[in-house]
C-alpha cells in the first residue's frame, strides 16, 4: 500500500478557511470516481500559527501505478488547475506501508 501525503498553504490568508473548504469538498468527489484511490481523508488545520499549512490530504493507492493514475484523471487535473490559482506552498511524501 502506498501512501500519499499532501500539506497545502494557500496565497490569501484571509480566505484560507474558505478555500480549504472547497477544496476538500472537491478532494472529497475524487473517492468515489477513481478507482485507484482506495482510501482519502482530507483535513482542514485548526492551527492559525504562520507556519502551519491549511489543509492536508491523506490517500492509499495499491502501488505507483495508482497513484499515477489519480494524477493524471481528469478529475484531479481539474482540482489541480484550480490549486495552481490559489495554493502558496504544497509539501509532499509517497511511502509504502
Known sequence: MLRHIVMMKFRNRETAKETAGKVK???DGLVPV???LKRMEVGI???TKPAAYDLVLTADFDDEAGLNA???HPDHVKILDFMKEVVDKTTVVDYYL
Open 70 to 72: 489519480y494524477r493524471a
Open 34 to 36: 477513481i478507482n485507484e
Open 45 to 47: 488545520n485548526v492551527n
Open 25 to 27: 469538498t472537491m478532494l
